[in-house]
């Protein structure tokens, strides 16, 4: 039986969220709920909102930088 983890992915980018999104379900060896926001805005309400098991940040997003 595998696992079922709760991803949140914080991407800006829809190509690039969609490549990961992919490569999560293609790898096959876990089950995924994968939640997507697309700023560190939006990840924080995330994470208040709902525990996640792992969060995939693109540490280049725009409200990232000082």
Known sequence: MKT???AL???DDPSHA???ERALFKADLTDF???HVQNLAS???AIAAEPFDVILLDLGLPD???
């Open 64 to 66: 990232c930088r000082p």
């Open 18 to 20: 969609k490549l990961v």
């Open 33 to 35: 709920d994968l939640k």
């Open 4 to 6: 079922r983890l709760k």
């Open 9 to 11: 992915l914080v991407e």
């Open 43 to 45: 990840a924080a309400a």
